[in-house]
């Protein structure tokens, strides 16, 4: 497999123009063929001269996803799912701004991305990490998502996370590199403000992150309040515990100046008591964190159950009476296993029952 076109940025086809002893005008050509008018051939790039096109068919490939299938309407939520060059899968999530909540901003859509495929990570309410890690994604992987869901949906992407398969922070390299092809004039365009890397809570690697000088937005998936509740669920924090992660995280405000969302999905009997909700409230606090609410989503072959809604609101007010601002969504997708990974568990599982 070449590596793909796709993955160049200006100075990358400089250097390769400059041994080719082609003019550098052709980088930003190739680059305006591939973002702007969005090629699928090299065949295309009419504009360039054929010797430049047969050099570039031979060295380069050019899309790395394929559209496998798409779940959820025009109007709801869309999970996107596709295959890559090796067989393996990943999916994508597209999510329409709510009106209630979003006014005049109601057009806007929101993309959640994969980073990787599976995750080692093992949370155990997530549908990725139950069939471990695969590999990592290359930055043009991570950008192809926007690109195919755009052409896809007939729809602008506004805004980006880096929230659905795999944890971002554990595929640093490729991840820097997406931002530049995502957010640069001659890739997508897309401002810095408008992408949130939703970290499970890698702690050394969320202080490199406050050093890149992009101003990325920050989530953190906390899911507990103590270090008993969040050991039972996510095995990360046995590796960087809360009192770690809040250093990181305080660290992360300092250098950026920016609100912080702390991401809590409420599992029945788990961590959705009021106890929690005290220390979650002087957690956030202390960081002037905002709250996002999930109530769980059922996810086949796991046990947890979601709370009932009297419950997921007496915790919402519980944080709001201490001060911290929260909000409690009824998480869009619910019908479409829109919790990241379940389209591409199925998918590989059925292809392993062809298989046998
Ligand atoms: S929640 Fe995120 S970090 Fe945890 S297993 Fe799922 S994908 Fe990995």
């Known amino acids: 497999m070449h590596p793909s076109l796709f993955n160049q940025t200006p100075a990358d086809l400089a250097d390769l123009l400059e041994g080719l002893g082609e003019p550098s005008y052709r980088g930003r050509q190739i680059l305006e063929w591939l973002w702007q008018k969005r090629s699928t051939s090299i065949d295309e790039m009419s504009n360039l001269p054929a010797r430049l096109r047969d050099h570039l068919k031979a060295s380069f490939s050019l899309r790395s996803l394929t559209h496998v299938r798409t779940q959820g309407s025009r109007d709801s939520t869309r999970k996107f799912l596709f295959r890559l060059h090796d ?66 949906s007939g729809e602008k992407v506004h805004n980006i996370v880096f929230m659905g398969m795999g944890e971002p922070l554990a595929n640093l390299p490729q991840l820097l590199k997406a931002f530049e092809l995502i957010t640069a004039p001659w890739g997508l365009g897309i401002g810095a403000r408008h992408l949130t890397v939703s970290t499970s809570g890698l702690a050394p690697q969320i202080r490199k992150l406050a050093d890149h000088p992009q101003q990325i937005r920050l989530a953190v998936s906390l899911h507990g309040a103590s270090d008993k509740v969040r050991n039972r669920i996510m095995p990360v924090n046995r590796k960087w515990p809360l009192s ?10 300092k250098r950026k100046n920016q609100k912080i969302t702390l991401e809590y999905i409420l599992i029945d009997g788990v961590n959705a008591d009021l106890a929690q909700a005290g220390l979650l409230a002087q957690h956030a606090k202390s960081l002037r964190a905002k709250v996002n609410l999930i109530p769980c989503n059922p996810v086949e072959g796991l046990p947890w159950k979601r709370p009932d809604e009297p419950q997921c609101r007496a915790f919402r007010d519980s944080l709001v009476k201490n001060g911290v601002s929260a909000t409690l969504r009824l998480e869009k997708g619910h019908d479409i296993d829109a919790a990241c990974g379940q389209l591409r568990l199925k998918e590989e599982k059925k292809g392993r029952k062809d298989v046998d």
């Open 244 to 253: 770690e992660l809040f250093d990181a995280l305080h660290y992360w405000t």
């Open 87 to 152: 067989e393996c899968h990943v999916e994508c999530v597209l999510i329409p701004a709510s009106p209630a909540l979003h006014g005049e901003r109601a057009h806007r859509r929101t993309l959640c991305v994969s980073s990787q495929v599976g995750c080692a990570y093992g949370c155990r309410f997530c549908a990725s990490g139950l069939d471990g890690f695969t590999r990592n994604l290359t930055a043009d992987e991570i950008a192809e998502q926007v690109l195919l869901a755009e052409e896809l």
